[in-house]
């Protein structure tokens, strides 16, 4: 047990050497033991630490500081109504544990990597400008957390038929106050089958990020839609440039709802829902099927990468 807040640095020094060692060795920090105490299963020990603190004379005081951290609900999900495309589907959310609310926060969100495409985060967060990766994700917010509230920062799916164990590293960075870290792990056996269920992280717990195992086809990673439009692209003459699709900007058809897409050969027009076409659009480019060539003002064209 530490009287002090670990950086980073130290941390992963820690994590580093406590590996080299025989012994099962955490830290628990003053912010982490509070939170713990907190908890009605800690009624018991916390009844018996006040009781030791009163007779010396001393009681237990909480601490003022602010103190988001991690929680994660998650549950299985059939977004396609197909047993072959199960995922479990993790909410990353911060929650207030302090006393204090924290304004304009500041978050690095770090974790296994899903096999399949990763989902935008809440509209509340914005990525910092020049720092665009989507895992690590760093993102600003503004607004504040209050105490006791919490607030959504992304999801995540991945594949059920390859999940084995997860992690999810968080890092708030506030104005005044001291960074807080803290992590989590989610195991195969923790998952609900029919139901949602949720976990605090631990602060300055720094799990190992192991990805899913990659699929033997990656297509099987992607969603039926976006097979489909793979597909029909394969399937196209290619040209000196190759296999690709034109996307028409705007709306060039009679229903708004609907987005055109053109093959490089053919010019065969497609018609797809707008909303479920850009999703599928962003499937394909971050999976690594498909690439920009260029863009213009009414029109995109993306090559297919084979």
């Not at 602010?66 to 072959?84: H, K, M, N, T, W």
């Not at 949720?198 to 192991?210: D, Q, R």
């Not at 195992?213 to 399937?235: E, F, G």
């Not at 027009?269 to 099927?289: A, C, D, H, S």
Request: charged share 25%.
């Amino acid at each position: 047990m530490l009287p002090l807040e670990l950086s980073f640095e130290e941390m992963l020094w820690f994590e580093g050497w406590k590996r080299k060692k025989d012994h099962d060795i955490r830290l628990a920090s003053g912010f982490q033991l509070e939170e713990k105490l907190k908890r009605p299963k800690y009624k018991d020990a916390l009844s018996v630490l006040s009781g030791a603190f009163s007779m010396a004379g001393l009681q237990l005081r909480w601490s003022e500081r602010p103190i988001p951290i991690l929680r994660v609900a998650f549950g299985i999900g059939d977004p396609y109504q197909s047993e072959a495309y199960k995922v479990v589907y993790v909410r990353v959310m911060l929650e207030n544990v302090g006393k204090k609310s924290v304004k304009n926060p500041r978050v690095d969100v770090h974790y296994s990597d899903p096999g399949i495409v990763e989902l935008a985060e809440n509209p509340v967060w914005k990525k910092v400008p020049g720092m665009t990766g989507l895992n690590p994700r760093i993102l600003e917010a503004d607004r504040t957390i209050r105490p006791g509230e919490n607030l959504e920062v992304l999801p995540i799916q991945y594949p059920l038929a390859r999940f084995r164990e997860i992690g999810v590293y968080c890092k708030l960075m506030m104005n005044d106050e001291s960074p807080v870290q803290s992590g989590i792990t989610i195991s195969i056996d923790e998952v609900p089958q029919n139901d949602w269920k949720e976990k605090l992280g631990e602060e300055n717990f720094f799990p190992f990020l192991h990805p899913c195992p990659p699929d033997p086809d990656p297509n099987q990673n992607l969603s039926p839609m976006a097979k489909d439009i793979l597909n029909r692209i394969s399937s196209c003459e290619a040209t000196n440039e190759g296999k690709g699709i034109i996307v028409i900007h705007g709306r060039p058809s009679n229903n708004e709802a609907t987005a055109c897409v053109f093959s490089l050969r053919t010019g065969q027009t497609e018609y797809f829902k707008r909303n479920e076409f850009k999703m599928v659009l962003e499937e394909l480019i971050q999976t690594g099927f498909l690439l920009e060539l260029d863009r213009e003002p009414n029109m995109t064209r993306y090559k297919l990468i084979e």
